[in-house]
């Protein structure tokens, strides 16, 4: 395996392996480092219904496969460890993975984002089967269900609202006595007919045996548990950005995304290149930079772009 490169991916979800088919059919032979949690957040997905092209809906961790397999076609190759540096100061850049370097000219960087979870072991058990983390992927499984939202931002009230077109009534438990979400979501919220809040409040226990049945709850002031009938939990107290391998290598916004395009310092308002980040020759794709959308067909979409981006960047270089 040539250890040197017209172009490096590093991460293996939509965007990365989008980014993978593009540059591998304009005869880029791109190498792609998969990391150990190979095909990103879609790997603890059951059903996905709303990527296009799987009328029937498609397993997440089967659409990553099927992804994989389509670029490898072209002729990606694959490096299943992770990063573990980066060195973007001069071409061409290097990047280590298993003590090993390697050097390209370009690099596309698409190491998504990674929900908060709340770190008790049931919420593990029922992963991607009743507890969820977005729900605009997940709410139509669950029409005509009381469900339950965790949070108290913007995100969870987007969450609760959006989940008002399924279920019969939607709980948000907060275990403050205040929502911290903008006061027009707030307003939004508590004006909805659907919508119950359970305050001062966190979730102990998710319960159920092939499925979500309810949650058990404790009031943080008073140490009482209670239980809650519900038939799925969404939780939505934020997520984390993959991106602490490039702090202090590229610019990124105070929650960590990589800044891109017209956002990053000194670039033109409108950027030749949309994915470029604050390194010449480094386009970046995916949930580490959107922190709208992140969906699997916006972050395959993202993927494409950087693609092109570094094709055209490296044809301007004369490579």
């Given amino acids: 395996m040539s250890e040197h490169r017209d172009v490096i991916i590093i991460g293996s979800g939509p965007a990365g392996l989008t980014a993978a088919l593009y540059t591998a059919r304009a ?3 791109p190498l792609l480092f998969e990391g150990f949690e190979a095909g990103g957040q879609l790997m603890l997905t059951t059903e996905v219904e709303n990527y296009p092209g799987f009328a029937d809906g498609i397993l997440g961790p089967d659409l990553m496969a099927i992804l994989k397999k389509q670029s490898e076609r072209f002729g990606t190759e694959f490096i299943s460890d992770d990063v573990s540096a980066v060195d973007f ?5 290097k990047v280590t993975s298993g003590g090993t370097s390697y050097t ?6 698409s ?6 979870w709340l770190g008790i072991e049931s919420e593990k058990k029922f992963m991607g089967r009743g507890v969820s983390s977005c729900a605009t992927c997940d709410g139509a499984f669950f029409k005509d ?3 339950a939202v965790v949070g108290g931002g913007d995100s969870a009230m987007e969450e609760a609202l959006f989940l008002t077109r399924f279920a019969n009534k939607v709980t948000v438990i907060h275990r403050r006595d205040e929502l911290r979400a903008s006061k027009i979501m707030q307003d939004r919220a508590l004006a909805h007919p659907k919508i119950d809040f359970r305050w001062n409040s966190v979730v102990t226990e998710v319960l159920g045996d092939t499925k979500v049945t309810g949650l058990k709850i404790d009031d943080v002031l008073t140490g009482a548990t209670s239980k809650l009938e ?3 939990l969404f939780v939505a107290i934020g997520h984390t950005p993959n991106t602490s391998l490039f702090e202090g290598v590229l610019e990124l916004d105070p929650a960590g995304y990589v800044l891109t395009g017209a956002d990053v310092d000194g670039a033109p308002a409108a950027s030749a290149f949309a994915t470029r980040t604050s390194i010449d020759g480094v386009f970046a794709a995916g949930d580490m ?11 395959a979409g993202m993927g494409c772009m950087a693609a092109i981006d570094a094709e055209r960047w490296l044809e301007q270089k004369g490579h």
């Fill in 27 to 29: 005869n880029l032979a």
């Fill in 89 to 93: 100061s001069s071409e061409p850049f």
């Fill in 104 to 109: 390209a000219r370009s690099a596309i960087l």
């Fill in 111 to 116: 190491t998504g984002a990674s929900a908060q």
């Fill in 145 to 147: 269900r009381p469900l």
């Fill in 230 to 232: 519900v038939g799925g």
């Fill in 289 to 299: 930079v959107d922190h709208v959308y992140r969906q699997a067909v916006t972050a």
